[in-house]
């Protein structure tokens, strides 16, 4: 491979940010904080503080610079606490209403129980089915729960019930569970969230969180991040938002959140941090300048 850049220091690197203009009024501060975050990580946080390519724009600070990671950062643990309710919840309806119809292993002995022969794409080999069940036994293997050894040796089994197996999977995996569901039982679940949710709508809201989610659990960027699928928007909850909102940016991902939380905490909570760090942009996160007047904002 032919990679030209070498290994440098942190010495080095605080030149390097000097010659393109950076201030550094702290060195030790620079440097102890290069040491406990990558400087290609950082580097990410450099970019709306450029005049031009490798050029920062007059008077930028380092701290600057420290301030919008910090924003960032903190923006990432409020989705994730939230995140994290609307996960619980989603295990619990879809044990409660899947089991209640079908049993504790409806999932795998009853044929109708779920949708087999579902397929995200049409050229993909495996059925969304087949995925699912894959992922199960993953899931199974790699948990450590006590209830697992406790299933294998009092029953001699390692089939879980579904309220027990709904445990140990991943957001994508519960993702892909609520997709094969019967469509009644997916319209109750959606319903019980917002009830002019439609299942479609649902289905792309799930996925899409599941990649909000994963960002936020590898601790990446989410300032400035453009997802690389779209939410869909919900026609049938009026006055959401407009069209002027960016549908692929973290302020729609909140959006979505917050219709399914109901949880007007979340709306104080950004403003806190809003409040906090008043120097960030908020447009580039597809905030509007008047986004607490929607509607869905306002109500909360």
Not at 117 to 128: A, P, Q, S
Not at 202 to 226: G, I, P
Request: glycine share 2%; net charge positive.
């Amino acid at each position: 491979m032919n990679y030209p850049k070498p290994f440098k220091t942190i010495s080095e690197l605080l030149e390097i940010l000097k010659n393109r203009g950076l201030i550094i009024n702290d060195d030790k501060f620079a440097s102890d904080f290069l040491y406990n975050v990558n400087y290609y990580r950082l580097s990410a946080y450099f970019i709306p503080f450029y005049e031009s390519e490798n050029v920062f724009k007059s008077n930028v600070t380092f701290e600057n610079i420290c301030e919008l990671y910090e924003f960032d950062k903190e923006l990432r643990e409020i989705i994730f606490k939230y995140l994290e309710q609307i996960e619980i919840i989603l295990r619990t309806r879809i044990s409660h209403t899947h089991a209640r119809e079908y049993g504790a292993f409806g999932y795998l002995n009853n044929k109708n129980s779920l949708n087999r022969t579902y397929k995200r794409k049409r050229d993909n080999v495996k059925t969304l089915y087949i995925e699912f069940m894959e992922k199960v036994e993953q899931e199974k293997s790699r948990s450590n729960e006590v209830f697992i050894k406790h299933m294998r040796e009092k029953y001699n089994t390692n089939d879980l019930p579904l309220w027990a197996l709904s445990e140990i999977l991943s957001f994508g995996t519960l993702t892909k569970l609520y997709t094969i569901l019967p469509i009644a039982l997916k319209k109750e679940i959606a319903s019980s969230f917002n009830e002019n949710l439609d299942i479609k709508v649902f289905d792309n809201w799930l996925l899409e969180l599941t990649v909000v989610r994963n960002t936020c659990a590898h601790h990446a960027r989410m300032w400035n991040r453009k997802f690389t699928i779209s939410f869909k928007n919900p026609k049938q909850i009026t006055n959401f938002l407009d069209n002027s909102v960016s549908t692929n940016q973290i302020f729609f991902a909140l959006s979505v959140m917050l219709v399914l939380l109901k949880d007007n905490k979340l709306k104080d909570e950004l403003a806190s941090l809003f409040k906090k760090y008043p120097n960030v942009d908020k447009r580039k996160m597809g905030f509007t300048d008047n986004w607490q007047e929607f509607k869905i904002w306002k109500e909360q």
